[in-house]
Every structure is written in structure tokens, then in C-alpha cells.
């Protein structure tokens, strides 16, 4: 872990998709490098969304190379029966790249927690309910083979993109602080921070880790209204989010319904309180 992340950089004037790029490149890519493009064609978010670009935005992406060390199983694997305990162990190894995405949310958002961004889960950053940022993370697999980890971000920093989809819902961190910043010196000061939390990650484990990510999901105890992969809608009040990530939202009737991440297509914070608004689960 003596790699200090975001000390190489690979640098192109353009590229069609940064993650895409990383991911070409992974096998031959040391720990920590920082992958920058002037201009990205088609560069995308979670499931595939289209990031839409404009001046004075930050993009970030950064390959990672966990030791296997650190992908151990974080719970007790006593097992006689072999077979189970290799499950446990490939639960373990999800559940410790699970932290891992945590820990590098962590990382990003201390640098702009100060200026009253929140994090929503699963993977934005919002200031006064509109979007700052995002971020997506990938893990490549060759076989049973880690090759690495790549984060991709984006954040509106100077500015916001003039389109028609996004720029009611789209804030930047200059409306947030009321001034312009240094994008270069901001995504050093992110490296620095994502380098410390991955240390947390590495050396204390994931139960700190998920904690404190736990501490700053600003949607737990609102309002939410959830569309999900198979055309259902749920509406509830935010309860709870597991160790795996998934959140639980309580409907009106006392009825829990549980949300995995990777099933989620868009979430709706309400600002309402739970005694303003009935919740329901019902599909569509």
C-alpha cells in the first residue's frame, strides 16, 4: 500500500469513456493510477445513464489493485464442511469490495462535506436536494481474478451542464459555496482523501468503515419513493441500510420491503415528514 493513489496520472486530450479506457488498460496498470481526459464522448454513470458534460466539471477515474490480504473474510469462516466454508469465503470477498465502494464514497465526500453536500444513497452527492455529483464503481473480474477496482466520478464544480434534462435537478459546488475553486487542486485533495480511507479500509476493516458511510446517508428517515428493474414502485419511509448496502423502507401499513442496489433503476427523497405523507408499495 506504499502506492500513493492519483500519483501516476495517464493522460489523453480525448477519449470515448474513461472507465472503458481503465478498464483496456487494467491488466498493465499499477495501483492508484489516475486516469484524465480532456474530453470524453460517451462518458456514462450507474447502469449505463449518460453523464452529461460541461465546462468546469471534475472527472476522476482511478484503478485500484486491493491485495487479496485485503479482501479476507471480515467474519468467523470455522467451518468442517469445506464447501460452506468456501461460500463464506466468496461472501466475504463481496462483502469486503461492498466496504470498499463505502470507503471510497468516504473519501470523496469529506472533501465536500464542508461545504453542506450530502451523500444519497446509493451513489450521489446533493446540495439542497439537487445533484453535485456521482459516482460509479467497477469491479473487473478475469475468472476468479480480481484485476482491480475502478472508480469512476463526476461533479459539477464550476458549473452546470445547459440541458434540458438535467439542468433543473443539477447544481454545481460553486453555487454551494458561493465562489469558483481550483478543479486540479480539488481532485488532489480527493485522491488524498480516497488514499485515507482506503487505508482505514485495508488496516481497520470494513465494520468502521460501513459506520461511518452509514452515518451519512442523508436519506434515512425520509420519505423515498423507489423504481426498481421490474417495473415496481415503493414508496416508504427510508428504515435502515444493511452491511450489503440494501436499503429497507417502511411502508404505511408496518410492512418492510428490502432494496438491493443493483435492482434500483431511481430514488425520490421527500423532504416531508413521515406524519405528512402516507407510504405504500404497489407495482406498476
Known amino acids: 500500500m506504499s502506492t500513493v493513489i492519483g500519483a501516476k496520472v495517464v493522460h489523453r486530450p480525448w477519449c470515448a469513456n474513461s472507465l472503458e ?4 488498460e487494467i491488466g498493465t496498470t499499477e495501483h492508484g493510477t489516475l486516469f484524465l481526459a480532456d474530453q470524453h464522448d460517451s462518458a456514462r454513470g450507474r447502469q449505463g445513464r449518460t453523464w452529461y458534460q460541461a465546462d468546469g466539471q471534475l472527472l476522476l477515474t482511478l484503478v485500484l489493485k486491493p491485495s487479496a490480504d485485503y479482501l479476507g473474510d471480515p467474519f468467523d469462516t470455522t467451518s468442517s464442511d469445506e464447501e460452506a466454508t468456501q461460500g463464506k469465503l466468496g461472501d466475504a ?3 469486503s469490495l461492498i466496504n470498499l465502494t463505502m470507503a471510497l464514497t468516504l473519501g470523496l465526500h469529506d472533501v465536500l462535506k464542508e461545504f453542506g453536500v450530502v451523500v444519497k444513497w446509493p451513489n450521489d452527492f446533493l446540495f439542497e436536494g439537487k445533484k453535485l455529483g456521482g459516482m460509479i464503481v467497477e469491479n473487473v473480474w478475469q475468472g476468479d481474478h ?3 477496482v475502478i472508480l469512476g466520478a463526476g461533479f459539477n464544480i464550476n458549473g452546470v451542464p445547459d440541458d434540458p434534462e438535467v439542468r433543473d435537478t443539477a447544481t454545481s459546488l460553486a453555487a454551494a459555496s458561493g465562489h469558483s475553486h481550483d478543479i486540479d487542486k480539488l481532485r488532489d485533495r480527493m485522491c488524498t482523501s480516497i488514499q485515507r480511507w482506503y ?3 485495508a488496516s481497520l476493516g470494513g465494520e468502521v468503515v460501513y459506520k461511518e458511510w452509514l452515518s451519512r446517508q442523508w436519506c434515512l428517515g425520509k420519505t423515498v419513493t423507489i423504481h426498481d ?3 415496481n414502485v415503493v414508496e416508504g419511509v427510508a428504515k435502515k441500510i444493511a452491511p450489503d448496502g440494501s436499503l429497507t423502507i417502511e411502508g ?5 420491503k428490502t432494496i438491493v442496489f443493483s435492482s434500483l433503476i ?3 427523497v421527500s423532504m416531508e415528514s413521515r406524519k405528512s405523507r402516507s407510504a405504500s408499495v404497489h407495482s406498476s
Open 252 to 256: 404505511s401499513d408496518g410492512g418492510e
Open 199 to 201: 487505508q482505514v479500509w
Open 21 to 24: 479506457w481503465a478498464k483496456q
Open 266 to 268: 431511481d430514488i425520490q
Open 93 to 95: 470477498v463481496t462483502q
Open 146 to 148: 480480481l484485476e482491480g
Open 229 to 231: 428493474q421490474a417495473g
